[in-house]
């Protein structure tokens, strides 16, 4: 396939934005911080055993932030050991869920704790509607569970409980089979359950706490710890300044989307809808602002190890990005997710050119060089972009 000559192409000049307004700050100090309160109010005998459950998401120095929250363990004299809480990412073994956790770099920033990877789940209860509560025994072989994670806005839906420590205790805890418990149940009964299975396992579950991180454009900028009996309602709150917080692109409406990578650390989906405006599968369609009439994804992140979910959302990809997948792992999350759409591979080119050509030349534009494009790194990293002339204003 021709592309069309380069100067028919958009004029395009690089944005630079600040996305946060603040220094850096240190993570370690504030997950100090979070915790110092919980000193004085945790009922923990010293040498008790701790399942600390870390997510595949990439967050932002999770590595530096789980290793404080094991020392903080270690200081109140029990001991910690890893689970990952990853529902069916990985592909779905012990080993690929270990494995995430490695490339994430939480094992190396933890030496000495062992990680206990294992899919196996048990039942905890059922739903009002009858659907099954799975946990993993990994994490119930502990005394005490201990989870870590982001509060943010989930890509698929939009609730009061959304992305965060209660979705990581209903799905990712709940391991592959646990995962398609509740998405199953969601198709009949909606994400709302995410809440119910929570307060299920805050019942039964020896949960001790949650670390609770938010993050704006720079990365982590708070974090809360949140004893089981508070977590609901915090939660909640948490998740009005996610949004808050959330970077997004200042267009209502474009012709074109160039992302250059997607992947699983840096999104569920690979790429997040909230960002892109765009999102389908069973459970409802949605499109929002800046609302792309064509999406072109260049690459796939090394971190996501070939994971591809959700590149069945772009319109068109390139030939190395296809040849990146590893389609048992990028199978295996579709079908938890009830997402097969997103794993659905679309039109892909030798070059990155014919795959930006072809998206020109079907936004609808008679004339290219008027096409509204961005191009971003990724839906994580927004304070850099490039963008047309015909959006200058």
């Known amino acids: 396939m021709a592309a069309f000559p380069e100067n028919e192409w ?3 000049a690089w944005v630079r934005r600040n996305t946060h307004g603040r220094p850096a700050l240190d993570p370690e100090a504030l997950v100090d911080s979070a915790l110092a309160p919980l000193r004085e109010r945790l009922a923990a005998r010293p040498g008790a055993g701790v399942a600390l459950c870390v997510g595949s998401r990439g967050i932002r120095d999770i590595g530096r932030i789980a290793a404080r929250v094991a020392e903080f363990l270690r200081g109140l004299g029990l001991s910690p050991f890893l689970v990952p809480a990853m529902g069916s990412h990985g592909g779905a073994s012990p080993e690929g869920q270990a494995g995430v956790l490695e490339r994430l770099g939480v094992t190396a920033a933890l030496p000495g704790v062992p990680v206990r990877a294992g899919m196996e789940v048990r039942e905890l209860g ?3 509607s009858g659907f099954p509560v799975l946990f993993s025994e990994a994490a119930l072989s502990a005394d005490f569970i201990v989870v870590i994670n982001r509060v943010k806005p989930h890509t698929k839906f939009s609730l009061p409980i959304e992305s965060g420590l209660l ?9 592959a089979r646990g995962a398609a418990a509740i998405h199953r149940a969601a198709v009949t009964q909606g994400f709302g359950i995410i809440e119910e299975a929570a307060r299920l396992i805050l019942e039964r579950a020896p949960v001790l706490f ?3 991180l938010l993050e704006d454009g720079g990365g982590l900028c708070e974090a809360h710890a949140l004893l089981p009996g508070e977590m609901i309602s915090r939660e909640k709150e948490l998740l009005k300044r996610a949004y808050a917080l959330l970077p997004r692109l200042p267009f209502t409406s474009l012709d074109v989307l160039v992302v250059d990578e997607m992947g699983k650390d840096i999104s569920g989906i690979g790429m997040d809808s909230k960002v892109t405006g765009r999102h389908r599968d069973l459970t409802g369609d949605f499109r929002l602002p800046p609302d792309p009439r064509r999406i072109v994804v260049l690459g796939l992140s090394p971190g996501s190890a070939g994971n591809a979910n959700g590149i069945g959302l772009a319109d068109f990809t390139t030939d190395r990005l296809a040849a990146a997948i590893d389609h048992e ?6 079908m938890a997710a009830l997402s097969p759409e997103k794993a659905a591979v679309p039109m892909h080119f030798p070059t990155d050119r014919e795959a930006l050509s072809a998206a020109l030349s079907t936004c609808g534009r008679e004339n290219p060089r008027d096409a509204r494009m961005v ?6 990293s927004l304070s850099l972009f490039e963008a047309s002339r015909s959006l200058a204003a």
């Open 10 to 12: 958009p004029e395009t």
């Open 126 to 128: 059922r739903l009002s």
């Open 167 to 175: 979705k990581m205790l209903a799905v990712g805890l709940g391991k």
């Open 210 to 212: 949650g670390l609770a």
């Open 329 to 334: 792992a990028t199978y295996k999350n579709a």
């Open 375 to 380: 191009r971003i790194k990724n839906t994580g």
